[in-house]
């Protein structure tokens, strides 16, 4: 129970630190650093200090209760962090402070627990090595049990303040537990020493000390190594990174029960480690080829798939791929558990204590080494490759262990292993990074902590910015769409002059926004630095060079820390598209983000977010409605586009619809239509822009607040993601809705415009009945230019092609 609560407490703190903080890089490593460091330091108290004899269980008590109180203010600081963003300078020290003060103090009280559980055990002559290395397997297999706990129950059904509270109610429990052992079995009763018996063991050996840190930095680098694969062909959501993580945990915990049977078959402790370290190096070379073989070359799988399905073909793929390698790799640090409480005699405590530190200094370099070097120099395979090579050192160091007799064998089989990896390693430079149709050129391919991003060209003019080989970031063919998404809600404005955009992907939304003459300053947040160099290397010809121009300043951060910080700063703030699912983009819409947008916002700002309707069910859109419109008041619906079936759809926030200056949109419209080289119909007239006003929309009252608190929207749409439960809200149902608030709202717009935004809903109707083949198609398509505003239809300069739908203008119909 104590190891459920410690992954689930884990869980939480990431989640929390990130909440507060933001999703960078620097963020991670700090609070990794963090609980790590508070593992290792917890584990080095315990060898120097095990406290009274006769108290040794209530010690082990007051560990326990000291986790489950110095959780708290953990949660406390993530529930009211808002005083936090208003001081910009406080903020930025607390950033680098809160890991170290307020995650490793708790995990330094877990790091005791395992050493004095030991040496409880050893002062009742109870401790024999079989036994301390079956309580590290099964305290293992518990954080198992608590992050399936955590992500697939308690966060989803009580959020995260009162899940935090239950595992600190599991701490209490436990400690509860031994308190009762305190009472029951009482005081050491004395032994009278055996003359026989050796002196006391010297300090932790450097044989010991080498592997265990080798080991705990192999380990957690393949754990990341794997994340990356995996990311490649499964949802990037929450619940597909924790059931990696859990199979991972599973392979490391199956891995001590392995120890009697190897240990007997190796016939001693070294022969038994080499064995391990040279598996190790085998399966690390081969893991690779078997990810391709028997995911059939990075295929992603399907999301389509019912839940028992996808989860049986996901862990299926890692059973394949993953268990083999964990759990050979898992059996280094059981090896030298067992080996330390068989030699340490009376310091059993001690070394184990020196064994978990060690380990955990090494998880945590190991981690880090694998997402800022590894990874990125390597690649997904030729990092795994490089594993073994470590492993291979590992096997050196235990090399002059072995008997006399053994060496040369071992020597042997060391260099064929050796021969092996290279052979494999080899291969892994060979492998694909990313799964492209045989037609598809791939122009650029770089790993990262957020994983794989690649640029591939479809056909010459074609470019696709890709994540993790699962999802289109945007590309070279949408430039229209992606400007149109900075124009509409600058035009709307009328005088804006700053501007933040919430993501860069290929540019082209912050390009757009340098078009308007009055906007002297554009600042683009991305939170990924492999999106910014990919954008202003491969895309300059489709984002109009945005990143040469003086106005534009890049920040690579987490959006919601940097608009956090900022307070009546910008005129316009523009919410790029962001995946629901994604871990950590359910954020984006939340009521905090929402909240700290709306304090950059100058008086007369106004907010825009986009959102992929694709991508988004009924509910979830009703959720981000309401919880938009709690902060905004009134919400403006915009159109993005006339699609069916790709439709999306524009949150306003800052004006009501009645007061929206139209002189001041047309006059905005007028000099952007001087800008060379803006030619979208749509944008070049206040009557364009009108057509685009859906109108005033108001949330469900019984729809869910989507906090950091819950995570109502990534929980749900991580969910339904698979197997798709509930359709996207597009096509008929959304068309619908929007005719009812077009309605609802005609009045609201000066009489004037009145026939232009009632075109918008009969663009819309045209691309539906496209879409279903209706018997009404060809009447429709007809009144195609008559619908057309006035100066939309007699604007020469305007051109049809960059029109968002699939029933196009002719010249000829034009005329």
């Known amino acids: 129970m104590s190891g459920a609560a410690a992954l689930g407490h884990q869980t939480i703190w990431f989640r929390s630190a990130v909440d507060v903080l933001g999703a960078n890089a620097d963020t991670f490593a700090r609070v990794v650093g963090g609980f790590f460091l508070g593992l290792a330091l917890g584990a080095f108290i315990a060898s120097r200090r095990q406290g009274p004899a006769e108290l040794r269980w209530l010690w082990l008590a007051l560990a326990e209760i000291g986790v489950a109180l110095l959780t708290l203010p953990i949660l406390l600081v993530a529930q009211n962090?808002?005083?936090?963003?208003?001081?910009?300078?406080?903020?930025?020290?607390?950033?680098?402070?809160?890991?170290?003060?307020?995650?490793?103090?708790?995990?330094?009280?877990?790091?005791?627990?395992?050493?004095?559980?030991?040496?409880?055990l050893q002062l009742e002559e109870r401790l024999q090595p079989g036994r301390a290395v079956l309580l590290y397997a099964v305290n293992t297999l518990g954080g198992v049990l608590g992050i399936?706990?955590?992500?697939?129950?308690?966060?989803?059904?009580?959020?995260?303040?009162?899940?935090?509270?239950?595992?600190?109610?599991?701490?209490l429990f436990v400690a509860a537990g031994f308190v009762v052992f305190q009472f029951q079995r009482g005081t050491v009763t004395p032994r009278p020493p055996k003359t026989s018996s050796p002196a006391p063991a010297p300090g932790l050996p450097l044989k010991l000390i080498i592997p265990a840190f080798g080991s705990g930095f192999l380990v957690l680098a393949m754990e990341v190594l794997f994340q990356l694969q995996f990311r490649q062909i499964s949802i990037n959501?929450?619940?597909?990174?924790?059931?990696?993580?859990?199979?991972?945990?599973?392979?490391?915990?199956?891995?001590?029960?392995?120890?009697g049977p190897i240990l007997r078959a190796a016939g001693s402790p070294p022969a038994a480690l080499a064995s391990a370290c040279l598996g190790g190096v085998l399966v690390c070379a081969v893991?690779?080829?078997?990810?391709?073989?028997?995911?059939?070359?990075?295929?992603?799988?399907?999301?389509?798939?019912?839940?028992?399905?996808?989860?049986?073909?996901?862990?299926?793929?890692?059973l394949q791929t993953l268990a083999l390698p964990v759990l050979v790799a898992g059996l280094v640090f059981p090896l030298l558990l067992h080996q330390a409480t068989e030699e340490g005699k009376g310091r059993t405590a001690q070394w184990t204590g020196r064994l978990l530190m060690w380990n955990g200094v090494g998880g945590w370099l190991g981690a880090e080494a694998a997402n800022r070097w590894l990874a990125p120099a390597l690649g997904l395979?030729?990092?795994?490759?490089?594993?073994?090579?470590?492993?291979?050192?590992?096997?050196?160091?235990?090399?002059?262990?072995?008997?006399?007799?053994?060496?040369?064998?071992?020597?042997?089989?060391?260099?064929?292993?050796?021969?092996?990896?290279?052979?494999?390693?080899?291969?892994?430079?060979?492998?694909?990074?990313?799964?492209?149709e045989e037609h598809v050129r791939l122009r650029a391919l770089e790993v990262g902590r957020e994983g794989v991003v690649a640029v591939a060209e479809h056909r010459p003019g074609d470019l696709r910015m890709v994540m993790n080989n699962t999802y289109t970031l945007g590309g070279s063919t949408a430039m229209a769409n992606q400007e149109r998404q900075a124009h509409l809600p600058i035009l709307l404005h009328g005088r804006a002059h700053s501007v933040a955009t919430l993501g860069i992907a290929t540019g082209s939304t912050a390009g757009g926004a340098t078009l308007h003459p009055d906007v002297d300053r554009v600042e683009a947040i991305e939170l990924s630095p492999l999106v910014v160099k990919f954008a202003k290397r491969e895309f300059t010809?489709?984002?109009?060079?945005?990143?040469?121009?003086?106005?534009?300043?890049?920040?690579?951060?987490?959006?919601?820390?940097?608009?956090?910080?900022?307070?009546?700063?910008?005129?316009?703030?523009?919410?790029?598209?962001?995946?629901?699912?994604?871990?950590?983009?359910?954020?984006?819409?939340?009521?905090?983000?929402?909240?700290?947008?709306r304090r950059s916002l100058k008086p007369d700002g106004l907010y825009c977010q986009w959102l992929p309707m694709f991508q988004l069910t009924r509910p979830q859109y009703e959720s981000i409605l309401r919880t938009f419109e709690s902060v905004f008041g009134e919400v403006i619906l915009l159109r993005g586009d006339f699609y069916a079936e790709l439709p999306i759809i524009g949150l306003v926030g800052g004006r009501r619809l009645e007061a929206i200056d139209w002189d001041a949109v047309e006059t905005a419209c007028a000099r952007l239509r001087q800008t060379e080289g803006v030619d979208d119909p749509l944008v070049r007239h206040r009557e364009g822009v009108a057509m685009m006003i859906v109108g005033e929309a108001a949330g469900r009252p019984d729809a869910p607040l989507n906090t950091l608190g819950n995570a109502w929207l990534e929980f749900d749409a991580g969910r339904n993601i698979i197997g798709m439960a509930d359709p996207w809200f597009v096509g008929v149902p959304l068309a619908t809705h929007l005719r009812d608030v077009q309605r609802a709202s005609r009045e609201?717009?000066?009489?004037?415009?009145?026939?232009?935004?009632?075109?918008?809903?009969?663009?819309?109707?045209?691309?539906?009945?496209?879409?279903?083949?209706?018997?009404?198609?060809?009447?429709?398509?007809?009144?195609?230019?008559?619908?057309?505003?006035?100066?939309?239809?007699?604007?020469?300069?305007?051109?049809?092609?960059?029109?968002?739908?699939?029933?196009?203008?002719?010249?000829?119909?034009?005329?």
């Open 287 to 318: 893991q690779p080829c078997l990810h391709l073989v028997f995911g059939g070359g990075l295929k992603v799988i399907p999301y389509e798939l019912p839940a028992g399905p996808y989860a049986a073909a996901l862990f299926g793929l890692a």
């Open 237 to 259: 959501s929450l619940f597909s990174s924790g059931a990696v993580l859990c199979i991972v945990l599973l392979g490391l915990g199956a891995a001590p029960f392995l120890v």
């Open 148 to 171: 399936m706990l955590v992500l697939l129950f308690a966060l989803p059904a009580w959020g995260l303040a009162a899940t935090a509270l239950g595992l600190s109610g599991i701490n």
């Open 748 to 815: 609201k717009l000066p009489v004037e415009l009145r026939d232009a935004h009632e075109s918008g809903q009969f663009f819309l109707t045209l691309e539906i009945a496209s879409a279903i083949q209706s018997r009404e198609l060809p009447a429709l398509k007809s009144q195609f230019a008559a619908r057309l505003p006035s100066p939309m239809r007699e604007d020469a300069l305007a051109r049809w092609r960059h029109w968002p739908s699939r029933v196009k203008l002719t010249a000829a119909e034009n005329r």
């Open 381 to 436: 395979w030729g990092s795994v490759v490089a594993v073994a090579a470590g492993y291979f050192g590992l096997f050196l160091v235990a090399l002059p262990q072995l008997e006399l007799r053994w060496r040369r064998p071992f020597r042997i089989a060391g260099f064929s292993a050796v021969a092996t990896a290279i052979g494999f390693g080899w291969v892994s430079v060979l492998l694909p990074g990313i799964g492209l």
């Open 541 to 597: 010809a489709f984002n109009r060079d945005v990143f040469s121009d003086p106005r534009v300043t890049v920040i690579e951060d987490d959006a919601r820390w940097v608009v956090a910080q900022r307070t009546g700063t910008y005129d316009v703030v523009i919410g790029d598209l962001f995946m629901p699912w994604e871990t950590g983009a359910g954020r984006l819409f939340t009521r905090e983000h929402f909240e700290n947008v």
């Open 81 to 120: 962090a808002g005083w936090l963003h208003e001081q910009p300078t406080l903020a930025t020290w607390f950033r680098w402070l809160l890991p170290l003060v307020l995650v490793t103090p708790p995990a330094l009280m877990m790091g005791l627990v395992l050493p004095w559980l030991l040496h409880a």
